[in-house]
Each structure stands twice: as structure tokens, then as C-alpha cells.
């Protein structure tokens, strides 16, 4: 790509990916013995690229930042020995100082991209990319590197994605079994569970040793589905097929406490309030326990 122009460039013929180099703008101010100084360690550092002398180019390179700084084709070709070492890590971390210098650096943009793509952050590497106008010449090329990333990313994440339910279905193991369509559950202060059995019309206690009961087994359950349990380990049951809420003492005394909800599926209490969900009426009731108290 086309470098800015600047006051003073000096242009080097080499081979490989070893690039020309431009220097100070009027902005920099440096002065011309500097200068002469970074020109010449920057020009001996090419002649050791050259036979391969990698160390004391790099160093070389380094002496001609060291009077001019901003020398973003330094760095550049810092980072290109570094490649030919397959010092990834050292390339990578250049060519991110090359961009802070200059958002504009397609080539060191594209090349951080390569990287990260060959280090497997596919993710970087696309976003990289995306920062590299249509217009630059060698678009073609991040075209097909973005789209070997996207391929390799969602693959990556799919990969992931299957572990975790591997893991999951790993990890799951039976509590209880021999219910009959559990629906709802809750967990009293005491740590005993309780689940409603919609086809059974029944609410199954499951003390802290597993074993389990019929906590509830009365005539007024007609399908019980969602539950919900108060700070007094109250137990209030959605009775779907008879339309109303119910509601079970720790005791186990059971009793109707709200009439007419048309079809009540869901049951959830927070800070006293209970939240009914009516899919009869496609709406979201709610009550105040602390009224009945």
C-alpha cells in the first residue's frame, strides 16, 4: 500500500517482505543529525535482513528507532524478522505498536490478523479485519482470510457449544424417580422438596434423606401444575383444570384461595406478592399475601 508522504523518504530495494521506509514529517522536528543517524542504522539493518543476520538487524533497527521513534517502517520490519524467527508472540506485540502509531497501517493490521488467525482467536482476527477499507489492494486477500476465520470461528464455537451440553448431560443424575408428570417444585425452609403430580392430582413430598410421600392427596387437586412457597413454607398450588389457586398449610390442610383464575399455570412469590399467570386470559395476576395475615 501507498505510505503518506513525507518530507524525507528514503526508498530501499529488498527482497522477501522487507518493505521501503519513510521518515520524519515537519511536525517531528528531528534534527538532521538524528536523523542522518536513524537513516543509517535503518539502512545497515537491511543489509544484515539481507544475509539473514536476523539479532543484529533487529537490533539495527532498534538504534534507528531510538533517534526516531515514529519510524512505523522500523517496526515493520522489526516485526517481519521476527516472523522469519517464528517469534509469533514478538511479531504480533510489533505490529500492535505499529497500529497504535498508525490506525491507518493496513498491512500491519492484516498481518496482527494472520496471526491471531494462526493462534486460533478467530474472533481477533475477524476483528482485525473489519477495520480494512474495500479500497485497500490487497482486499482480496483479507476477504478470504475473514472468511476462513468466520468458518473456523463458528466451528470453534460450535465445538464449545456441544462440550458444555456434554457436560451438562454428564453432570445430571436422578434425584427421585416414579413421578407421575411432575410439574411445579419447591424447596420448604427445612429443605424438603415438593412437587406437583398434574395426572395425579397429588403434591409429592421429598424429604432431605429422598424418601417420598404423598404430602397432599385431596379431592380439591385437579390438576395441580405450577407452586409456589411462602416465607411459612405455605405451599400455593395452580389448579389448572379447576380454575382456581389453592392453598396448602405446612400441615397439609388444603383450602381454596382464589376462585375464577382462568386456567393459572405459573406461580412465583417475592417480597409477599404473588404472581399468578392466567393463560386463559393471557394475562399476569397479582396478590398481596400480607393482606391475609
Known amino acids: ?105 493496513y498491512d500491519s493490521i492484516l498481518q496482527a490478523a494472520k496471526i491471531s488467525y494462526n493462534r486460533q482467536n478467530y474472533a481477533l482476527a475477524m476483528k482485525y479485519l473489519k477495520y480494512i477499507p474495500d479500497d485497500y489492494e490487497h482486499y482480496y486477500t483479507v476477504q478470504q482470510l475473514y472468511a476462513d476465520a468466520k468458518s473456523q470461528f463458528d466451528l470453534q464455537r460450535n465445538k464449545v457449544e456441544r462440550s458444555k451440553v456434554t457436560t451438562a448431560n454428564n453432570n445430571k443424575r436422578v434425584l427421585i424417580d416414579k413421578f407421575n408428570s411432575p410439574a411445579g417444585m419447591v424447596v420448604d425452609s427445612e429443605g424438603n422438596m415438593y412437587v406437583a403430580c398434574y395426572s395425579d392430582n397429588s403434591i409429592v413430598k421429598v424429604d432431605k434423606n429422598k424418601n417420598k410421600t404423598n404430602f397432599v392427596k385431596d379431592y380439591l387437586l385437579d390438576g395441580p401444575i405450577g407452586i409456589a412457597i411462602d416465607n411459612y413454607d405455605n405451599i400455593y398450588v395452580a389448579n389448572f383444570e379447576a380454575d382456581n389457586i389453592l392453598k396448602v398449610t405446612k400441615g397439609g390442610n388444603v383450602s381454596v384461595f382464589m376462585e375464577n383464575v382462568s386456567k393459572p399455570y405459573f406461580l412465583y412469590i417475592k417480597n409477599d406478592i404473588l404472581y399468578i399467570s392466567e393463560q386463559g386470559n393471557d394475562v399476569v395476576l397479582t396478590y398481596n399475601l400480607s393482606t391475609q395475615r
Open 1 to 105: 500500500m501507498k505510505k503518506k508522504i513525507f518530507l524525507l523518504s528514503v526508498i530501499l530495494l529488498m527482497t522477501g517482505c522487507f518493505f521501503c521506509t519513510s521518515f520524519a514529517s515537519e511536525e517531528d522536528e528531528i534534527p538532521e543529525e538524528d536523523m542522518q543517524k536513524a537513516i543509517s542504522a535503518y539502512k545497515y539493518g537491511v543489509d544484515m535482513v539481507r544475509v539473514k543476520a536476523y539479532d543484529t538487524a533487529i537490533d539495527s533497527f532498534k538504534k534507528a528507532l531510538s533517534f526516531y521513534p515514529k519510524m512505523t517502517d522500523a517496526y515493520y520490519n522489526i516485526a517481519s524478522v521476527y516472523v522469519a524467527q517464528k517469534k509469533y508472540d514478538e511479531a504480533y506485540n510489533t505490529y500492535v505498536k505499529i497500529i497504535a502509531l498508525n490506525p491507518y497501517d
